[in-house]
């Protein structure tokens, strides 16, 4: 079963477009390279919220959950999550790729070098 779409209990995240801000105001330099994963064909009502049940059982930082939207502001597809390291972050990869949200499965991409 996957996750469905709603509430943004997290709060709003800021947009991938312009610039890349997080949901908690910090900036893409605070991002960590190996331990940040691109997430690819979300729903696009897809809310932080959904994305943060999705990894439950994973250490990761919900405040730096990024959702991506195009240059109009609407959303993209895409988001980034943040790990609190690489391994963590490859362990989501290699079990929750090609996973569901909603009726859409997702797949995981390594920000790393």
């Known amino acids: 079963a996957g ?24 900036t893409a330099g605070a991002l960590i390279g190996g331990a940040t994963i691109k997430v690819r064909g979300l729903p696009y009502r897809a809310t932080v919220q959904d994305i943060a049940e999705f990894f439950r059982g994973y250490s990761f930082l919900p405040e730096l959950i990024q959702l991506g939207a195009g240059n109009d502001g609407r959303p993209n597809g895409e988001a980034w999550v943040t790990f609190v390291s690489t391994e963590e972050a490859m362990r989501a990869i290699r079990e929750r790729n090609r996973g ?10 390594s920000c790393g070098a």
């Open 100 to 109: 569901n949200i909603g009726s859409r499965y997702v797949e995981l991409f």
């Open 3 to 26: 996750v469905g779409f709603g509430g943004g209990a997290f709060g709003g995240a800021g947009a991938y477009g312009g610039g890349l801000t997080t949901s908690g105001g910090l």
